[in-house]
Nanobody, 123 residues
Framework: QVQLVESGGRLVQAGGSLRLSCAAS????????MGWFRQAPGKEREFVSA????????YYADSVKGRFSISRDNTKNTMYLQMNYLKPEDTGVYYC????????????????WGQGNQVTVSS
């Protein structure tokens, strides 16, 4: 069982930056692909970004491409999401997730989820 804990979310003004972190309990963290999803009030959970075990393969949703950057540090069992030029539509609960194998863009392909971390972008 992999436990994931997100942190770093808070209230920020539009145009600002935040860095989310996801700490994993699994010793074999480096064997897992990782991802970020988000859910805005009244909307379905949506894909944000994903990364493979080495960090050499990354995926982004079109809505965040060029503004967000995903990375990981396998020595610290931690994944990050650097979010720049934030917009009010980036507001939501951000979830960290993991799966063995290749990174994926659909939530149903992931096995483990964090509790979520609120990000609020004010206009």
């Amino acid at each position: 069982q992999v436990q994931l804990v997100e942190s770093g979310g808070r209230l920020v003004q539009a145009g600002g930056s935040l860095r989310l972190s996801c700490a994993a309990s699994e010793r074999a963290f480096s064997a897992y692909a990782m991802g970020w999803f988000r859910q805005a009030p009244g909307k379905e959970r949506e894909f944000v970004s994903a990364i493979n075990w080495s960090g050499g393969i990354t995926y982004y949703a079109d809505s965040v491409k060029g503004r967000f950057s995903i990375s990981r540090d396998n020595t610290k069992n931690t994944m990050y999401l650097q979010m720049n030029y934030l917009k009010p539509e980036d507001t939501g609960v951000y979830y960290c997730t993991s799966r063995r194998g290749l990174p994926a863009r659909t939530q149903y392909e992931y096995d483990y989820w964090g509790q979520g971390n609120q990000v609020t972008v004010s206009s």
